[in-house]
């Protein structure tokens, strides 16, 4: 690809940033210019949070305009259709179908809507859908969600596998590098059992 | 080749920072500006501090640069504002090492109260003002304003967005150009700002600005790309970014200083290009100024003096493409909220009980301003809730006031609430003050302050006790509470409002996120036993969440505070053994 734009959206606090920092450096090391842009501060708990992913040979403005996403990365299930007109035509799209009730549902003002991922189904080609809650539990650690989930998005990145993993192992604690692995390697089994090659 | 790494706006302005020599750095928190701060500590050479405030910030700083070291004072938009009595009168006195502060504006308002133009204050106070366009040159064009300082004898801004400050992008390392401390001489005509002496400093103001802008075309931070010349575009910082994208065959002069404006290089551009654009976010600064020298060019009457550009607005309106995007789909809101485990919960759940009203402040605690809890009335500024109370209480009397409180954080507390307490107590005003004591700057993501007992740069040092200062200013009953205990919160809060004294409640327990290490067992609901009242989601916990009528708590969020175990009127929320929060 010339160019990846790319979203990573969730709700504050799930490690979406982090995330996105670990392919933000590997594009680096591949040689491509980079850009990265987070909205951080008031929404650090709880709260909608999108970081913009673009790396190619030049990259100008640091977000992904609207329509022109190739691949969005959704931590949360709503949060995946709020972010979903971002997302090209034939751009991939991997949910992860935990949810996270926003306030004003709990309260009662709002409901979560009930069927996102027929919604999702209907405007996208390229649909990834995996509980990466339950799978990190089956892991033994509910905080490897978001390593899931980079684990299924390597499967559309160029990068060699053995580059993600070195990532990994410099990112997280140390004492949780076997189980980061492990998880990263279910997500990328999960997406390569759920589609044939879906970026040419 | 030197290292290439991505980097934040922000660090690179650190970054460059370092490498200009500077040895002093001021700051208060404020999103987006706080994060260079942060990375300038991470450097030995450079002496880094936390202000309580940006006014204090800016005198630390002025009173650094005097003294002959590189100074860089950091803030974000609004903090210009605490700032600007000594902004406007340090560019009469001008400065001996370079002084420069960074102000980040944030469009949008992702993380503020309003969207001012910090070209504004620069244009009013005669101070230069610089506007990088990426990670590069946010470093690069640092190191050029303490050049420009040092050469005109003045406080010089560089001027960040949101989009710049927290955008990654690739810089280059370079070697850091270690600066002397300049000499420091005893010049009261030039630092002593009396009547007499501000007067001989005014003209000496003008002077510099006029060769200023002789020079500002001569500066080697403004670009100019010449490419289709029916179509040109002047732009400066992050809009230029999207100017390429959107309009990649325009001819564009960027600019990198915006007061006062390149107007030789302005005046050739104009005359070179059929139709001129100019795109600048927020005010039409640039624009009316080119505008007063007789020039037609296109700005505002085309593009919005709100909110974030982007380059698809600009293909449309420049590019007069018809670019047709979806829209969002309307879904649920989700703003941000005040985390599991957070301890202002439970204050606000004890005034929203008691029908207390309050005046806000600005902090995470304002999060409590939504439902269930609409904890607070208010939200103006930093600071504002301790004096805008006792402004209640003076326009409708004591016993109006008798179910209002004034709610202000640790560190907003320290940054302007002080001198809002001494007033009250001063006019004899009888309000009731909430300190809620987190033991850090939350919503920043985590600053110490002088509450804290440790310096940014990680030593231990004096704490400030919020007791003994209240008492020594006045205050006969002050009261400290345990935010988790509501019944002692309850009636702490009932007997202070009613007394016809002043007084302050400090809740005090940790931020939920400084303490990660503390293993705490989960809360679960005993769903035979349940009722599904309710009560426990009028806390407004994320955790606690209604599924096909069935009240539960989220694993995956409860940080096991035991709020919920409090509130439940049928005692059937327990701690669930086997669930230990894991980190």
């Known amino acids: ?59 100008n403005a640091p977000i992904v305009e609207v329509g022109d996403a190739d ?40 409901k979560y809507p009930d069927n996102i991922i027929d919604q999702l189904e209907e405007g996208v080609k390229n649909l990834i859908v995996m509980n990466a809650l339950d799978e990190a539990r089956g892991i033994g650690n509910i905080k490897v969600v978001n390593t899931i989930l980079l684990g299924a998005l390597s499967k559309y990145l160029e990068f060699d596998k053995e580059k993600w993993i070195e990532a990994i192992k410099k990112t997280v604690p140390e004492k949780t590098v076997d189980i980061n692995l492990k998880a990263f390697n279910r997500g990328l089994e999960i997406s390569l059992s759920d589609v044939e090659e879906l970026i040419s | 080749m030197s290292e290439r790494i991505l980097m934040l706006g922000n660090e690179a302005i650190a970054r460059g920072a370092y490498e200009a020599g500077v040895t002093v750095t001021v700051a208060y928190p404020g999103t987006p500006s706080t994060e260079i701060t942060e990375n300038v500590a991470k450097y030995d050479e450079i002496y880094a501090e936390w202000a309580p405030n940006e006014k204090v910030a800016l005198e630390v700083g002025i009173g650094s640069s005097i003294a002959g070291a590189r100074t860089l004072v950091c803030m974000k938009h609004v903090g210009v504002n605490v700032a600007a009595d000594p902004l406007f009168t340090v560019a009469y006195s001008g400065v001996n090492g370079g002084l420069v502060l960074v102000v980040a504006d944030d469009p949008g308002m992702h993380s503020s109260q309003n969207e001012q133009d910090t070209k504004f204050f620069a244009r009013a106070a005669h101070i230069p003002l610089l506007e990088p366009s990426s990670s590069m040159e946010a470093k690069e064009f640092v190191k050029k304003a303490f050049e420009l300082s040092e050469a005109f004898d003045t406080p010089v801004i560089v001027r960040l967005t949101t989009r710049i400050s927290h955008s990654q992008g690739i810089i280059s390392l370079m070697d850091r150009q270690e600066m002397p401390l300049k000499n420091y001489e005893k010049d009261f005509q030039k630092y002593v700002m009396m009547p007499a002496m501000a007067r001989k400093r005014h003209t000496i103001v003008e002077d510099r600005m006029n060769r200023l802008e002789v020079e500002a075309s001569n500066l080697g931070i403004n670009e100019v790309e010449y490419k289709n010349k029916k179509i040109g575009v002047i732009t400066s910082g992050i809009p230029y970014q999207y100017v390429k994208d959107a309009v990649p065959e325009a001819s564009v002069l960027k600019l990198g200083i915006l007061h006062p404006l390149p107007k030789d290089l302005i005046l050739e551009f104009c005359k070179n290009v059929e ?185 231990p040092t004096h704490t400030l006790d919020f007791e003994l200062l209240c008492k020594s200013v006045g205050i006969k009953h002050v009261r400290s509470v345990d935010p988790f205990n509501l019944k002692e919160v ?64 989220n694993d995956a969020l409860c940080n096991g505070c035991g709020l919920c175990i409090e509130v439940c009127a049928f005692d059937v929320i327990n701690r669930e053994k086997d669930s230990v929060v894991n980190y």
């Open chain 1, 1 to 59: 690809m010339s160019k990846v734009n790319m979203l990573i959206v969730g709700v504050g606090g799930q490690g979406s940033l982090l995330t996105s920092r670990i392919v933000g450096n590997l594009a680096l090391e591949e040689g491509y210019d980079v850009k990265l842009s987070e909205v951080h501060g008031m929404a650090q708990r709880g709260g909608s949070v999108v970081t913009h992913i673009r790396y190619g040979e030049k990259v």
């Open chain 2, 490 to 553: 309850e009636s702490v809060i009932k007997e202070e409002v009613n007394r016809e004294e002043p007084s302050v409640i400090i809740a005090c327990a940790p931020c939920e996120l400084l303490d990660k290490k503390t293993k705490r067992i989960l809360s679960n609901i005993n769903q035979d036993e349940c009722k599904t009242c309710g009560i426990c989601m009028k806390i407004g916990c994320p955790a606690i969440q209604k599924k096909q009528g069935v009240i539960q708590v």
């Open chain 1, 71 to 110: 691949i969005i990365v959704s931590f949360e299930k709503l949060e995946a259709l709020r972010y979903v007109h971002y997302l090209k035509e034939d751009g991939v799209l991997i949910v992860n179908s935990q949810e996270i009730d926003p306030m004003s549902v709990i309260v009662g003002l709002d």
């Open chain 2, 275 to 459: 139709e001129v654009y100019v795109v600048e976010e927020l005010e039409p600064i640039i624009e009316e100024q080119i505008k007063s020298w007789g020039i037609n060019v296109k700005g505002k009457e085309l593009f919005t003096k709100q909110g974030e550009y982007s380059a698809n607005l600009i293909k449309k309106v420049i590019g007069k493409e018809n670019v047709e995007t979806r829209g969002p789909l309307p879904l649920p809101a989700r703003p941000p909220v005040m985390c599991p485990g957070c301890p202002h919960r439970g204050v606000y759940y004890v005034l929203q009980k008691l029908k207390i009203h309050a005046t806000g402040d600005i902090g995470c605690y304002t999060l409590g301003a939504l439902p269930p809890l609409q904890g607070i009335d208010t939200c103006i500024c930093m600071g504002a809730s301790v004096s805008m109370v006792h402004g209640v209480e003076k326009a409708r009397g004591k016993e109006f006031v008798k179910n209002w409180v004034g709610v202000i954080g640790d560190s907003t507390f320290v940054h302007s609430g002080i001198t809002g307490l001494v007033n009250t107590v001063y006019n004899q005003g009888i309000s009731t003050v909430l300190i809620l004591d987190n033991r850090t700057t939350g919503m920043t993501g985590h600053q110490d302050h002088p509450g804290t007992g440790k310096t940014l740069k990680g030593e």
